[in-house]
């Protein structure tokens, strides 16, 4: 019988070396290597450049004190030894969900920052703060998607993070709104485009007016709740959208509560009015059980198109949700 450090050890060898091996064809240096395949190494491990995120998700049997650090030195060391990378360079974080939490809590003062390239494009990552770097890899098709789709266009990025939608969308040719809640991501943003060349104007809340949301003022950063934002928007505005919710949001800076079952529906009606006949939204969730309300979205059609976007460094095909609404 194969000792559990030993068939860890295997299956990192093994998926490693085949996932590497993809990489260097695709010319992709960031990427998933493993995602808690053995059920008593609950991690998912990725690759950015030199450097390896780990996220190790708490189970009921997780170990404890001093057994626990040993458990985890020793699980540190295999995967060192395995991808050839520097423990200084490999980056832990815990994971416990919870229903309520923020998704993108601070995590530690330490700050190790690095620039990674994805399609020729930069961002800036931050891989000790928060519990996820700042670019979700498992969205790297849907990006290019919306980049091949943006000559021209006007676009909106709603819950935009960090902005990699945006800084494709721009690449591609698109003016783009990026609009955002938290102050942290909407800089965070603006840094993402700047890194590619392209200037963003950071609109506070006070400068939010119809007149000024319309195409010709370049590129656009705005922090604010989303669905009053979309209150504001003049109709048939934007051409391509992309929507990519959190599961549940209970943001001191909004009123009330956000979760994507219960809310999805009227969020999207109030996007497809923002959105010209013919535009297209990209819509994606990481709720497991999400079931989309297609009835509700009159006027549009609805394509389910999660398998065909969900890269193939991810194997787990219930990794998110994501729909092609188009008007």
């Not at 000790?128 to 919306?146: A, C, M, P």
């Amino acid at each position: 019988m194969i000792a559990p450090f030993e068939m860890f050890e295997n299956r990192l060898v093994k998926m490693n070396r085949h996932i590497a091996k993809w990489a260097r064809r695709q010319k992709i240096t960031c990427y998933r290597i493993y995602d808690r395949d053995i059920p008593q190494f609950p991690f998912v491990i990725e690759r950015f450049e030199d450097c390896l995120s780990v996220s190790e998700y708490k189970t009921s049997r997780s170990l404890e004190g001093p057994e626990q650090e040993t458990w985890i030195a020793t699980c540190m060391e295999i995967l060192s030894r395995v991808t050839e990378i520097k423990p200084e360079s490999i980056f832990l974080r815990e994971r416990e969900r919870k229903k309520g939490s923020n998704q993108y809590t601070k995590q530690e003062v330490s700050d190790r920052s690095i620039i990674a390239k994805e399609s020729e494009l930069k961002f800036k990552l931050n891989l000790s703060n928060y519990l996820d770097t700042g670019l979700f890899l498992d969205q790297r098709i849907t990006r290019s998607k919306v980049r091949d789709e943006s000559a021209q266009k006007y676009f909106l990025n709603l819950f935009a993070y960090t902005g990699s939608f945006s800084v494709y969308a721009a690449k591609g040719g698109a003016t783009t709104v990026s609009v955002d809640l938290s102050k942290t991501y909407t800089a965070w943003c603006r840094e993402n485009l700047a890194l590619n060349g392209f200037d963003a104007h950071i609109m506070g809340e006070r400068e939010i007016r119809p007149e000024r949301l319309k195409p010709g003022r370049g590129h656009l950063v705005i922090q604010h709740d989303v669905l009053d934002f979309l209150d504001m928007i003049p109709d048939s505005t934007f051409d391509l959208a992309v929507v990519d919710p959190p599961s549940f949001s209970n943001s001191k800076r909004m009123d009330g509560t956000f979760d994507v079952q219960r809310d999805h529906a009227s969020l999207l009606q109030s996007v497809l009015r923002a959105i010209k006949p013919g535009g297209v939204i990209y819509f994606a969730t990481n709720l497991r059980t999400f079931k989309m309300d297609e009835a509700s979205l009159k006027n549009a059609t609805c394509k389910d198109i999660t398998r065909s976007t969900i890269p193939n460094d991810f194997r787990n095909l219930k990794v998110y949700r994501a729909r092609l609404v188009k008007h």
